[in-house]
């Protein structure tokens, strides 16, 4: 005969929570006047249009699996836990060059890991990391996983095209990486994802080698117009109003997007993440690097509800209300 888990006293677990982070940048740093050095801008032109100051750029000797080991390493240093604590690594990026062995696999290999954990890549770019998080929360309840490693790394560098004004004064290279564990309670809230395919076309990384593009101003009225509801939305799946937020993750991918959409979510209470400011437009990095400086600094308080909400390319966007660890 199977024994439950209850049969065998161990509590139900009916949800997952994040109980660590880590993040990690590249030492080279890009400023705006490096970049009017390469093209034709400006300080004050990248400030009043992006709102970004400069960007990290890992080098040669710093491919995508090396950005998220070193944050995965990071946030089981600070959850207090081994690699073979892990039964589920799960590494969101776009700027895999390789196809075999997939990031996920290099990085557990990286760490050591002798716990046989089940590795996967997701590839939904800038909306990669709430992506993977819903994944790991899902395999969590339904009892796959106990413990899963959820990284966004991304080397965007690799792919910009540095004679294009309007793309390479937004990109820059990172990785987040968050501890997800089974709970009694549910720590992160339902999943609202979705996608708008015959919009595939705005943001792109395309072609031999591949070349990160976007169709600005058709992203950016998308998120300005459909964004805030969608946000609300997810505000609702989670039972929480935007008025009790205490921090607002959204994608790091403008400034100029970032400060309307927190305003219209109605979020007034709540810290927002402003970190493209210093890092640029790191894609699937985005959102954990983040959220893991937030909490690093002491700015939002453990248990306190914060929105991540990541959209852009597909275009694809998911959401999800976390308890901050």
């Not at 836990?81 to 799960?90: N, Y």
């Not at 989670?238 to 790091?252: K, S």
């Not at 400060?259 to 990095?285: F, H, M, Q, Y």
Request: one cysteine or more.
């Amino acid at each position: 005969m199977i024994l439950t888990a209850v049969q065998r006293g161990i509590p139900p677990m009916t949800g997952s929570r994040v109980v660590a982070l880590g993040h990690y940048q590249p030492a080279k740093v890009l400023t705006n006047e490096d970049l009017a050095a390469m093209v034709e801008t400006s300080d004050e032109w990248i400030l009043s249009r992006v709102g970004i100051r400069t960007r990290h750029i890992a080098g040669p000797e710093e491919p995508v699996d090396e950005l998220a080991y070193q944050a995965a390493a990071k946030a089981l240093a600070n959850g207090g836990l081994t690699p073979d604590d892990v039964d589920l690594v799960l590494v969101a990026t776009s700027t895999a060059i390789d196809r075999s062995p997939n990031m996920a696999a290099r990085v557990a290999a990286k760490l050591g890991m002798n716990s046989a954990p089940a590795v996967m890549d997701l590839n939904v770019v800038c909306s990669g990391f709430t992506h993977a998080l819903a994944t790991a929360d899902h395999a969590i309840r339904s009892g796959s996983a106990t413990r899963a490693l959820v990284i966004g790394a991304d080397k965007m560098a690799g792919i910009t095209d540095w004679t294009d004004r309007t793309t390479c004064v937004l990109t820059g290279d990172g990785a987040g990486a968050a501890v997800v564990e089974a709970s009694p309670e549910a720590g992160i809230g339902p999943v609202l994802w979705g996608s708008v395919p015959e919009m595939g076309h705005a943001v792109r990384i395309e072609g031999t080698p591949p070349v990160f593009a976007q169709e600005g101003q058709s992203v950016y009225r998308w998120t300005t117009s459909r964004l805030p509801a969608l946000a609300r939305k997810t505000c609702e799946k989670a039972g929480v109003t935007p008025e009790e937020l205490a921090g607002v993750v959204l994608h790091q991918a403008n400034l100029r997007i970032i400060e309307p959409l927190a305003a219209k979510i109605g979020a007034v209470n709540a810290v927002v993440a402003r970190d493209v400011v210093d890092s640029g437009n790191t894609s699937a990095a985005s959102i954990p690097m983040a959220l893991s400086k937030l909490v690093e600094r002491g700015e939002i308080p453990s248990g306190a509800p914060v929105l991540l909400f990541g959209f852009g390319g597909n275009l694809s966007y998911a959401g999800q209300v976390i308890r901050c660890p």
